[in-house]
């Protein structure tokens, strides 16, 4: 990591770590006794439902997809899409397949037998979907990280343990979601074991990005749209650092009411960093008219959030959430409304990869792969 990503990295980690607390302070209240940088809530929330505020932020959300909606349902292709180059779906895939078969039926269970290890099944499962998806992809173009870029996806590990801890440390400000299940929460094994988990987050959503990116299909729709050229000024990327460290301070003074801003202000914070820096973020096509890797971001991010809400949902330890104003209609654990998390949260996956590896998704397809899967027309 060069030192001008350290600086980066660990002025983004200043404010996110100082400033909620610091907002908390500038209220005139006392620090909560419990804080901590790696904590882990078993004491739920305050849950709540407003079917004003849930109409309106259902009707905010329906308005900010509906134009990606209309944009695919409308584009029309010169040509039929080009499939990709089929290959034999590898061995390894049908390894990774059986394994986590076999992790379901252990997570789903209540075996005797596997009593002790019970609580320890989750990571098993994505280990698996890690190394399915990127079976698929290797099916489908002959690349993958997984095969090609073994390193990469290593290193993603590692950061992704620490990217997730990150939002544990701000949901004890917001109280959004606790676990249940767990016997000996503090101990040494439990944080190994959330660490392993929280290790698999962004090489499960980078390696859905990849995927999705190889059907020309999803990807094609959003590759010529509307230019903001905007998005690529230093003055975008001080707006973008101010709000997103208002909304951090925010998060402090009214964490019920802001709840939502956990997901949205350290997205700000980093893509303004790296737009200031002048490095490419998911936002930088957009200068050209290319709404892929935001659409695609959101896209994997939320593929991702159905299997960890359905794998969560029945294993034995596992998280529930409270979530002010909008808490209902459940899909397992997760309130409706709150699956529009997953699509910040897949924007969020990309820039802290960037900002901290220096790589983004796209960058990790050659480029006559690249060129191979542009085939379209707009409508």
Avoid at 192 to 208: E, H, I, K, Q, R
Avoid at 336 to 361: D, K, M, N, R, S
């Amino acid at each position: 990591m060069s030192s001008t990503k350290v600086i980066s990295g660990g002025i983004f980690l200043f404010f996110l770590f100082v400033l909620p607390p610091l907002g908390i302070i500038l209220s005139g209240q006392p620090l909560p006794p419990y804080l901590a940088l790696l904590p882990i809530p078993t004491q739920p929330g305050r849950a709540s439902l407003s079917w004003t505020i849930f109409g309106i932020l259902a009707i905010l959300i329906a308005g900010t997809l509906a134009p990606f909606l209309w944009r695919y349902a409308r584009f029309q292709y010169c040509s039929p899409p080009q499939p990709s180059s089929q290959i034999r779906f590898p061995w390894w895939g049908w390894m990774a397949v059986g394994w986590t078969a076999f992790a379901c039926l252990l997570a789903w269970t209540r075996f005797s037998w596997f009593q002790a290890w019970q609580p320890y099944t989750f990571p098993l499962l994505w280990f698996g979907y890690i190394v399915v998806i990127n079976a698929l992809l290797f099916s489908r173009t002959g690349q993958c990280m997984f095969i090609n870029h073994p390193k990469f996806l290593f290193k993603l590990f590692v950061l992704s343990a620490g990217f997730w801890w990150m939002f544990e440390y701000l949901n004890q400000f917001v109280h959004n979601w606790h676990y249940v299940g767990m016997t000996e929460v503090h101990s040494v094994t439990t944080v190994f074991w959330m660490t392993l988990s929280f290790s698999t987050v962004l090489p499960a959503v980078l390696g859905t990005y990849e995927y999705l990116a190889s059907f020309t299909q999803v990807k094609t729709p959003f590759e010529n749209w509307h230019v903001l050229p905007m998005v690529n000024s230093p003055r975008t990327g001080w707006l973008l650092i101010s709000l997103g460290c208002l909304g951090l301070l925010l998060i402090g003074r009214w964490p019920t009411m802001l709840f939502f801003l956990l997901w949205i202000a350290p997205l700000l914070i980093m893509l303004g960093i790296q737009i200031i820096r002048r490095d490419p973020t998911v936002l930088t096509p957009l200068g050209k008219g290319n709404w892929s890797p935001v659409a695609l971001s959101g896209m994997a991010a939320l593929v991702c959030g159905l299997f960890w809400e359905m794998w969560n949902a029945f294993s034995l330890v596992h998280w529930e959430y409270s979530i002010p104003y909008v808490h209902a209609f459940k899909i397992f654990e997760m309130p409706l409304l709150g699956y529009a998390g997953y699509l910040p949260f897949g924007l969020e996956c990309v820039a802290v990869t960037e900002l901290f590896w220096g790589v983004l998704p796209w960058n990790l397809a050659s480029p006559e792969d690249s060129q191979k899967n542009n085939s379209g027309c707009s409508p």
